[in-house]
């Protein structure tokens, strides 16, 4: 089992940044990637970005490159998620998420193991 905490979450103005934490705990040595994914009211979950855990390659969709940058600290077992120049429509739920099955990484979509979430919130 791999036990998730997200932080740094908060309201800001469209322009600002924000860097969102992820604490990991437990069995953190089977992750094979983690990721970001976010939810808005009434929306789809959809990823944020991607990272191995391994070789630190990471992915970000064409949507969300640009803005966003994925890091991973293995020695503090911490996920951070920066994210700058935020718009309106940045807003949601963020979610840490991670995945010890290969294939399942690489679907960006229904991780093993999520964190309760921190939400964002960008005023116009």
């Known amino acids: 089992q791999v036990q998730l905490v997200e932080s740094g979450g908060g309201s800001v103005q469209a322009g600002g940044s924000l860097r969102l934490a992820c604490a990991s705990s437990?069995?953190?040595?089977?992750?094979?990637?983690m990721g970001w994914f976010r939810q808005a009211p009434g929306k789809e979950r959809e990823g944020v970005a991607r990272?191995?855990?391994?070789?630190?390659?990471?992915f970000y969709p064409d949507s969300m490159k640009g803005r966003f940058t994925i890091s991973l600290d293995n020695a503090n077992k911490t996920l951070y998620l920066g994210m700058n120049s935020l718009k309106p429509e940045d807003t949601a739920m963020y979610y840490c998420?991670?995945?010890?099955?290969?294939?399942?990484?690489?679907?960006?979509?229904?991780?093993?193991?999520w964190g309760q979430g921190t939400q964002v919130t960008v005023s116009s």
């Open positions: 998420a991670a995945e010890s099955d290969v294939w399942r990484c690489a679907t960006f979509k229904d991780y093993t193991y």
């Open positions: 437990g069995d953190t040595h089977m992750t094979h990637c």
């Open positions: 990272i191995y855990t391994g070789h630190g390659n990471t």
